[in-house]
C-alpha cells in the first residue's frame, strides 16, 4: 500500500513563525502536491513538484514556499505565519494507473495560527 | 476557470437505500473523472476512476456514470451502510499534474 506520512497531525504557531510541514512517500512518485482544506472552500493547490529540486505554483501560492530535495519528501515552507493560515493542510503524491493520475493523501496536518 | 459543483452539501438517506451524488463541471473537458472519500480529520482517499470513453464503471457496491455531453458523474451506492457515511469528493481531471476538486458531499446514512 503506498504510505504517505506528515510530520505531524496538529501544530499550534504564533503569527510571525516560520513554519515546516513535512511530507514523505515511501512509493518513488514523481509527482508531490500541498493541499489546504477549508470549510466551504474545498481543496484547494497551493504548490506541487513533478521532480526533485522542480516546483510549480499552485491555486494559491503566496506566502508559501516549497522545497523538494530528494524524492521522497516534499516540504511546505510558511515565510511567516498569519492567522489566515490556519488550515488543514493536506499532502499527497500521484501514480498513474488505469487511465489517470489518482493520488494518494496524507492524514493532513491542522495548523493553528494565533 | 474551471468549476466544480458537488449536488446539496449534505445527504442523507435510510440504510440499505442507493445513494446519488451528482457532480457537474463547466469550462473544461477532462479525459477521466474520478471519485474520493474523505472521513472527517482525514485526507481523502481514491475510491473509483472512469474516463471519457467509458459511460458507466462498477465496483463492488459503487457505480459512476460520466456523462461528456453533459458535463457530469454520478456517483451511486447501493445498499447502503451507516459505514458509507463520509464527504465525497469529485475529482475531473486531464492528463498533466493539476488536479481540481469538488468541495464534496456528505453523506450520513441513518441506521
Known amino acids: 500500500d503506498v504510505k504517505v506520512t506528515q510530520s505531524s497531525r496538529y501544530l499550534v504557531k504564533r503569527t510571525g513563525e516560520k513554519v515546516f510541514l513535512e511530507c514523505v512517500q515511501d512509493?518513488?512518485?514523481?509527482?508531490m502536491f500541498w493541499y489546504r482544506q477549508d470549510p466551504g472552500l474545498g481543496l484547494r493547490l497551493i504548490y506541487f513538484?513533478?521532480?526533485?529540486?522542480?516546483?510549480e505554483k499552485g491555486d494559491i501560492p503566496e506566502g508559501y514556499s516549497v522545497s523538494r530535495e530528494k524524492k521522497e519528501r516534499f516540504s511546505l515552507i510558511l515565510e511567516s505565519a498569519s492567522t489566515n493560515q490556519t488550515s488543514m493542510y493536506l499532502c499527497?503524491?500521484?501514480?498513474?494507473?488505469?487511465?489517470?493520475?489518482?493520488?494518494?493523501f496524507g492524514p493532513g496536518t491542522r495548523l493553528l495560527v494565533l | 476557470s474551471q468549476k466544480i459543483e458537488q449536488n446539496s452539501e449534505a445527504l442523507n438517506i435510510q440504510e440499505g437505500k442507493t445513494a446519488t451524488l451528482t457532480c457537474n463541471y463547466t469550462?473544461?473537458?477532462?479525459?477521466?473523472l474520478q471519485w474520493y472519500r474523505q472521513d472527517p480529520g482525514r485526507g481523502p482517499v481514491f475510491l473509483i476512476l472512469?474516463?471519457?470513453?467509458?459511460k458507466e464503471k462498477r465496483k463492488e457496491r459503487l457505480k459512476v456514470t460520466f456523462d461528456t455531453t453533459l458535463k457530469q458523474s454520478l456517483f451511486h451506492i447501493t445498499a447502503s451502510q451507516p459505514a458509507d457515511s463520509a464527504t465525497y469528493l469529485c475529482?475531473?481531471?486531464?492528463?498533466?499534474?493539476?488536479?481540481?476538486f469538488g468541495t464534496g458531499t456528505s453523506l450520513t446514512v441513518i441506521p
Open positions: 499527497a503524491s500521484s501514480s498513474y494507473i488505469a487511465g489517470g493520475e489518482t493520488q494518494y
Open positions: 512509493m518513488d512518485h514523481e509527482n
Open positions: 513538484s513533478y521532480d526533485v529540486k522542480m516546483k
Open positions: 469550462n473544461y473537458s477532462p479525459a477521466y
Open positions: 472512469i474516463r471519457e470513453n467509458e
Open positions: 475529482a475531473p481531471s486531464n492528463t498533466g499534474n493539476q488536479f481540481y
